[in-house]
């Protein structure tokens, strides 16, 4: 299990870390822009049978053997398996990262690696309802507010429910992964060299972040973390379309960093940090575990320099 993180706020009674974080403030507040804008189901549920234990297997089999096992433990019978033609020794048969009790639920075709949930091989989620929810309205900075649940069109054009991000284990670590939200704009230098930062280019301009934050960009590839880039405004501004996105993943090729597109705004509105880029961090549970306090958290790097010392 994870060590328990430190709270923004418990870092920031800490008074050596409060002077190591005030430098790091001042020498960081180099590359962001003004954003010129004001300041301001569990897996059994595909199945028909109950598993009120959650854990794959339908009730017959809680006190001794299933009935009707499910060998491979992913949510479907071995019954069901030979009518759909999956293979009931493989979770995911076609080998497209999703099960095959999930693609049932989601509508694509447990036999096609091609037809899955997501093109862009995000991480699935069966377990998302039972989070606590955040919203539009109630979502804030605040720690431990949950993301507004909410779906955003990424790079691949299909329509991505933020909260399949939750809890994720299949890393390198077997822990969860905590998500980096990058709320970047299209019209925006430093986002775009950020962009080529963490999509693996060392240059002249990216130097200076891999040398600040020399374990970040392999704790994404590890995905210890999921970087998650969010475009809020387009070339002008304004609200971003598909195309932003796609542009942006052509630019900054990298399979393992979901490009999501902001149509509403929304989450410029509750999460703006004033400038671009702008970080945070979420828990595997979607709630804000950290967010640049103000004073000498005010910086939009501190999350970064949060998943360097922590995670
Ligand atoms: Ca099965
Ligand atoms: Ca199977
Ligand atoms: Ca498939």
Known sequence: MLAPLPRASEIFVNTHQLVILTSITALLSISACDSGSDDAGLIADAGSEEDSTGDGDTETGETGEPEDP????????DAQEAELGTDPNKKDTD???????????????????????YQGFWPYS?????????????????????????EFLDQHGDMVDIYDFNNFTINETGEPSYMIIDMSAQWCGPCHNMAE???????????????????????????????ITVIVEDAGGGPPTLSDAESWYSIHQDNHIPVLVDETQGVRNIYNGGQYPFFFLLDPNMAVEYWGVPGPGDNPFLALWFVEQYL
Do not use: C, H, M
């Open 126 to 150: 069966p377990t998302k309802n039972e989070l606590p929810q955040g919203s539009w309205d109630t979502s804030t900075t605040e720690p431990l507010s949950p993301f507004p649940r909410a």
């Open 197 to 227: 930062w963490i999509s693996g280019a060392d240059t002249a301009e990216t130097a200076s972040l891999q040398q600040t934050y020399p374990t970040v960009r392999d704790k994404v590839y590890s995905l210890r973390i999921w970087w």
């Open 95 to 117: 080998a497209d990262n999703y099960w095959d009790s999930w693609e049932l639920l989601e509508g694509t075709d447990p036999l096609d690696k091609a037809s899955r949930i």
């Open 70 to 77: 499910d060998s491979d433990q992913d949510g479907l019978t």
